[in-house]
């Protein structure tokens, strides 16, 4: 079976233009994540690459995002910027300038009634969107995060780090950190400090990179997962967010003699992780349907279900390790953790996970391709486009973009096709990848000092 192009890109249409089901109002206020998983999938399906030919080899093929719609969508998303460093998740969050409370001398700003509204995955998001946004040009690229307060944003998410290392989600109103200890939230660090270059500059808006990988390198567990914190039970979104953070670090500081120090250094036994993530994947096979029990008590096979089932003895033999292989299998889905059932976006976890371990460290692994891309296809794929979380479910905006980063990240650059080649670290296609890299470069003219700020 293929990737059915055609049906993800009206179903991700149909998100676009017009009002989401009764079922994300509870998301209202992750408005900035609706947006980034529905402009990520139409970026991801009409890049460059996705084309096997320009449908005009002079031009450059069409993208899904209209270009009118590029300004305003900008424009919006800038809007949720809050003054105290940071994004908003929803416009509800944004409140007018008049509301002030008074003067924050460490930050040398004005602060407002809601600091707390402001929030580490917004802010991620909110930077990956103006990269998506952005245009080719040169101009474009200058302008990618021009109006990004870079100062105000680095001394706000380096108040969001914990003295343990991990990052919390928000400051709250009495100014203390709010929030779990989520890999995710080191991960969006990481990937916010790399994109607004807080290692570069003055280095006082850096915040603690020793700690951050230090409490990663903790929270790798005893089966080799990597857990939400210490003493944590693993979880394959934990291990992709751990590897993809302490990548990133490696990115930022462009050491050409260390380039996985970070990565090495903050997980203690990269094999038990791949063995953890590998073990993730299993065969997937249809519940079977209850037999129907004719007059006589007999099921359709003609045996009768008042009988024990035929039970293991000590003479039954039991296959050795060495011989077990899912070459076999046609299907095979992935879990986050064990004892749970397949799951389209673990795909993409487990994957991403591994094929940046792969990349960056001989030895490492990948998965079956061909078995994971089945299960997405065959049985998690909608038939109105999109993928959903389980099969029989119905799509969502957050599996059916993962599931297309999932079938990109698998194919590498083999490429899926409709697809475009997919960045495994900052989870967008290439191009725009490419994009936010351009607009990193710009991000250090003109900025303010901290001394200035």
Request: glycine share 8%; with cysteine.
């Amino acid at each position: 079976m293929e990737l059915d192009t055609a049906r993800h890109i009206r179903y991700f249409q149909r998100c676009y233009k017009s009002v989401l089901p009764h079922h994300y109002t509870a998301n209202d206020s992750s408005r900035l994540a609706l947006a980034y998983f529905i402009l990520a999938a139409f970026d991801l399906l009409s890049s460059p690459s996705s084309y096997t030919s320009a449908p005009d080899s002079s031009a450059t093929p069409p993208s899904l995002i209209p270009a009118a719609d590029r300004p305003r969508l900008r424009a919006w998303v800038l809007s949720l910027q809050h003054r105290s460093g940071g994004f908003c998740g929803s416009p509800q969050h944004v409140l007018p300038r008049e509301i002030r409370r008074g003067y924050d001398g460490e930050l040398r700003v004005q602060t407002a009634d809601d600091p707390e509204n402001a929030n580490i995955a917004a802010t991620y998001f909110a930077l990956m969107l103006l990269g998506i946004l952005a245009d080719e040009s040169a101009e474009g690229a200058a302008s990618t995060y021009r109006h990004v307060d870079r100062v105000a944003t680095l001394k706000w998410l380096k108040r969001l780090q914990r003295p343990d290392g991990s990052f919390g989600e928000l400051v709250q109103d009495d100014g203390t950190i709010g929030g779990g200890r989520d890999m995710r939230y080191c991960y969006m660090a990481s990937t916010i400090r790399w994109i607004l270059r807080g290692n570069h500059g003055d280095r006082i808006l850096d915040f603690d990179v020793h700690k951050l990988v230090a409490y990663m390198r903790r929270s790798q567990t005893f089966d080799g997962g990597i857990a939400e914190s210490e003493m944590g039970e693993s979880h394959a979104g934990y291990g992709y967010c751990a590897v993809s953070a302490l990548s990133i670090l490696d990115l930022a500081e462009e050491d050409a003699e260390e380039p996985n120090k970070s990565l090495q250094a903050g997980i203690a036994d990269i094999p038990a992780l791949v063995h953890y993530l590998v073990c993730r994947q299993f065969a997937y096979t249809d519940e079977e349907e209850d037999e129907e029990e004719d007059e006589d008590g007999e099921n359709e096979d003609g045996e009768n279900e008042g009988e024990p089932p035929e039970t293991l003895t000590t003479d039954t033999p039991i296959p050795e390790m060495a011989t077990l292989s899912i070459d076999y299998v046609n299907i095979a889905g992935f879990s986050g953790r064990l004892n749970k059932i397949p799951d389209t976006c673990y795909t993409w976890w487990v994957a991403g996970a591994l094929r940046i371990l792969d990349a960056a460290l001989p030895g490492a692994t990948s998965v079956d391709r061909a078995s994971g891309r089945a299960f997405l296809l065959e049985k998690t794929q909608h038939v109105i486009g999109g993928f959903g979380k389980h099969v029989d479910r119905p799509p969502d905006v957050y599996h059916s973009y993962l599931g297309l980063a999932a079938l990109a990240t698998m194919a590498g650059d083999e490429k899926e096709a409709g697809l475009g080649l997919f960045d495994v670290r900052l989870c967008i296609g290439k191009e725009a990848a490419a994009r936010v890299a351009r607009g990193r470069d710009f991000v250090l003219a003109g900025a303010p000092r901290t001394e200035e700020a």
